[in-house]
């Protein structure tokens, strides 16, 4: 009886894992002082369904776009406000009022 239990057990269990499986020709990681950055090369099924509520994509890796912002051009002047400094590269300092965030 014990044995049946486990087995209808295990069972049971198998059939709701599920994990991502994809079949590529080729991947990997490659890392820099600046970072890490990981590709899988010949994904055969890709697919991406976009509303006007948003995107969704589907696959093993999803794109990310890093944009650097290296300084503002055009500044608006807007009394009580400052932002410093600039360009900010870790961080960047609002006072609204003598009131720093």
Do not use: W
């Not at 894992?17 to 890709?46: E, H, M, N, P, R």
């Not at 991406?48 to 503002?72: A, M, R």
């Amino acid at each position: 009886m014990k044995r049946l239990t486990i087995t209808i057990s295990v069972l049971a269990f198998s059939f709701s894992v599920k994990a991502q499986q994809a079949v590529v020709s080729t991947g990997g990681v490659d890392s820099a002082s600046g970072g890490s950055l990981s590709y899988t090369i010949g994904q055969v099924v890709y697919e991406s369904n976009t509303t006007s509520n948003g995107q969704v994509s589907e696959g093993v890796q999803q794109p990310y776009e890093i944009y650097d912002v290296t300084g503002v051009r055009d500044v608006v002047e807007m009394k009580g406000v400052e932002l410093y400094p600039n360009p900010a590269r870790d961080n960047l300092t609002i006072e609204i009022d003598h009131k720093t965030a």
